[in-house]
């Protein structure tokens, strides 16, 4: 349902920013009078390409954000960088200029244009000119001219629906005939898990914008309207779990944390930061008291949700396993199915029965699946539990019997490596998807490709305002 271990470029270009670095109108008299300098159309392109990477709220160098107009005024350790009207006395100019000159720090200096620009927007006052529906150019619909890597995708409760990843966006398609019903815009850029509340009443979407910030979006699956964003972090967020009473999310991210979330109140339940690398998956266990972590460091960790405290190591003897890039739990039994580097789906109890030895044996472990052809993303099991399905960098699909391993099913789910993998909640029909951005029905039984079509509406002709193109990789 969610997938993870990939690394991918999402590469925006947005003309419209581009075409405007020089306003000009010309007066009646034939000379050229200059536009004052917009902040909002002319500086802020330049702080986002060459400045934001390191002057961002996350860990900002020299305490000096660039990401806002109020951070940007207010200035770093060195107290305000820009003096209006006087741009000699402004830090900032000072830092842009020189030889080389000390920002953007070990990178291509800006031109002697934008220099000029920034010298002229202080000259004229350093005004902010930033509209108040700012946000809403946000929030056009994303015209595609490739297909998008898809990460993650999931059936609603009732099998009406099926949810899949767009960039900035998901896609909601009717089972029927698998047509688009509608479209849930955000802001996050990538999107990495879905997941519907066991009700089907609301929709998890988790994600971000690398560099900048993680969110969870909660959808109305029945009016269609945002409930809510909770913000968190500053980089994308990983592997999205509803509690069972479904009043609070759980999440991992990149800053290596996992967090709990009361979704009334937004309150910040657990910030657990015992993992050392990025945390792919969250699942809480079946009576919402514990979670269980999966991350790129190995380790999956079981963890008290009232005291935020870790209680145990659930794959004590990890050794060798690799990166875990994603769990799923037993829909009803505190059992988790870890999959990742090392090829191998294991199945764990959350609790330990017998206590840890010196030899760090697994003990939780309840069953070691067979290897497969390539590293696993994705990892679903069917609503009755009897059986899962995992998707791996080998393009294949492949489910099993829970209870003794049996393979039942292989086929081919993407033309490179499968992201993400669904079960429809009758468990006869599965769905697939990966880096070639196609979705693919199968059925569970005979393993017929039962439909296949582009996750995202693709425009031929290149749109004039904004092209999304995404590429990706393992
Ligand atoms: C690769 C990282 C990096 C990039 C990119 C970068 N900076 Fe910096 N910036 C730094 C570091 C590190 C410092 C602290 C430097 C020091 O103390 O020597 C700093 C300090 C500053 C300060 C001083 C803040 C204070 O109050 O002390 C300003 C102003 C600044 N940068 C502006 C910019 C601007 C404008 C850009 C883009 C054109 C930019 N920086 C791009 C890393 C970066």
Known sequence: MKTSGLVYIVVMFIFLMSSSLFVHDVRSDGHEKEEPVSYYKQIVPILKRSCQGCHHPGDPNADFIVTSYAELKRGGMGGEAIIPNKPDDSLIIELITGDPPAMPQNQEPLTDEEVALFRRWILEGAKDDTPTDADKTDEEVPVYTVPPVISAMTFSPDGNTLAVSGVREILLYDTENYEIKERFVGKARRIQSIVYTKDGKTIGVAGGSPAQFGEVQLWDATTNKLIKTIRSTYDTIYGLSFSPDAKRVAFGSSDKTVRVISIDDEKELVKFDNHSDWVFGTVFSTDGTHFVSC??????????????????????????????????????????????????????????QRRRDVGNTDFNLIRAYEAQAGSIDAVAFSADGNKFAVGSSAGEVRVYNVSDGKRLLTVEADTVSVF?????????????????????????????????????PIETAASEDITLAVSGMT
Do not use: C, W
């Not at 690799?322 to 789906?345: F, K, M, T, W």
């Not at 599965?430 to 070639?436: C, E, M, Q, S, W």
């Not at 979705?439 to 569970?444: L, M, S």
């Open 420 to 456: 993400a993998i669904a079960f429809h909640p009758e468990g006869t029909q599965l769905a697939a998807g990966g880096f070639d951005g196609k979705v693919r029905i199968f059925d569970v039984q005979t393993g017929d490709l039962l439909n296949v079509f582009m996750s995202v």
């Open 295 to 352: 991350s790129r460091d190995t380790a999956l960790k079981l963890v008290e949700v009232d005291t935020g405290s870790f209680v145990d190591d659930v794959n004590s003897s990890n050794k060798g396993y690799g990166e875990i890039n994603a769990i799923a739990r037993h829909p009803n039994a505190d059992q988790v199915l870890s999959v990742g580097e090392d090829r191998i789906p294991r199945l764990y109890r959350m609790f330990r």
